[in-house]
DNA sequence: CACATAAGTGAACAACTGTACACAACGGTA
DNA sequence: TACCGTTGTGTACAGTTGTTCACTTATGTG
């Protein structure tokens, strides 16, 4: 699994991966492959489950350093522009496997998004910071705020991983479209339709 | 060209097309191939070339069709879904193409949402619909609104084609993202930091 | 018409692919 | 220690891949 990530994370498509790329990779003979996975369409839905790990560790280290409200969204962006750093591979997969080849894989990825979604519309319940929104309008802010997040993740893979002004101006920019998705919630049906 | 875009349109990912099988797929010769590609990243190329005018001639009917402002989201989402139906394979290989493995195509892609966003931002200012905001902040907006609608096509292509309950919902969905950003739009600097 | 350019063809090649099978090394448990 | 399930190995095979070359056929312009 590591092996077809390091592969990924070198810019191949995880589609256009052979078994016999992968294992060479991994220093292995191609045989083995098969010890462990029945086809590359059952690598990526274990790779996706490990990439549920990944998301929830990082919406857990969220939870815990975002102490005062007024500055949630800037932290959070960073901890998620750390977190993709610290593991491009696993986010290359993420946003390849949105648009992939394998339905599995894609609806995996996708139902991960709506539980980041969910967990988040709870969390914002909880700190009451969505009191006037019904709970269908929270659900959907957060998912589009999620989605914007996970766009934004595409600009950041585009660049340098070390590439810090063109990664400072991404976190600038997600912060504020998050800031005018929230705006627009705080007055949303205020004058909505 | 064409035949290239059936296979992407048939769930398969451009990244892991083979020239023998497009040409196969064409009913001509693999050889022949060299004819018109360099090889499949120039066929990329080329197909974002097109994805072009595809656009382009969606927006030229959003232009002409939004008479009234206050229907403009729900007809403006409204074409474009009709559009992705239409050219579904096109819009399948626009999805892949954005973490797809070729630099140079994400790069087109990216280059033609950017445009999109402008020529947006554009009309919201010939249509007087954004006076209060600078600049910046238009661009701001239309970027996420073009991002937003991107990612809904992702939901679209991943319903069947005559599913039309789902694409219904996700028309009404795609139109209430879009009226929240707007709103947002509406009410920024007003409160915003 | 003749002719130049573009498009398509067929055979050939070495390199690579997925998968099958029988066999060897390993790790832990009785 | 003997045993068993798991992981890895080596060999093999038929099918596919990208690319080359010299060739024929189509197409449109003078």
């Known amino acids: 699994m590591s092996a077809a990530l390091t592969l990924v994370g ?22 083995s492959f098969y010890r462990h996975f029945r086809n590359m369409d059952d690598l990526g839905l274990q790779l996706v489950d490990e990439l549920g790990l990944v998301l929830r560790r990082m919406m857990r280290e969220a939870r815990n350093n975002v102490l005062q409200a007024d500055k949630l969204m800037e932290e959070s962006v960073g901890i ?14 993420m946003a390849q496997g949105l648009a992939g080849e394998s339905r599995a894989v894609q609806e995996g990825i996708r139902s991960e998004m709506r539980f ?41 893979l585009g660049v340098s991983p070390d590439d810090d002004y063109q ?25 909505g339709a």
Do not use: M, Y
Request: charged content about 25%; proline content about 1%; some cysteine.
């Open 10 to 31: 070198k810019g191949r498509h995880f589609a256009s991966l052979g078994i016999r790329e992968v294992t060479r990779q991994a220093g292995v003979v191609p045989t």
């Open 80 to 93: 998620f522009i750390n977190h993709v750093q610290a593991n491009r591979s696993f986010f290359f997969f």
């Open 116 to 156: 980041f979604a969910s967990e988040l519309a709870n969390d914002l319940r909880r700190l009451r910071l969505a009191e006037h929104l019904s709970d269908g309008d929270l659900e959907l802010t957060c998912d589009l705020v999620v989605r914007s997040v996970a766009f934004s993740l595409t600009d950041l």
């Open 167 to 191: 990664i400072d101006q991404i976190r600038r920019r997600t912060t504020r479209f998050l800031q005018l998705i929230f705006v627009g919630a705080a007055h949303w049906k205020s004058e």
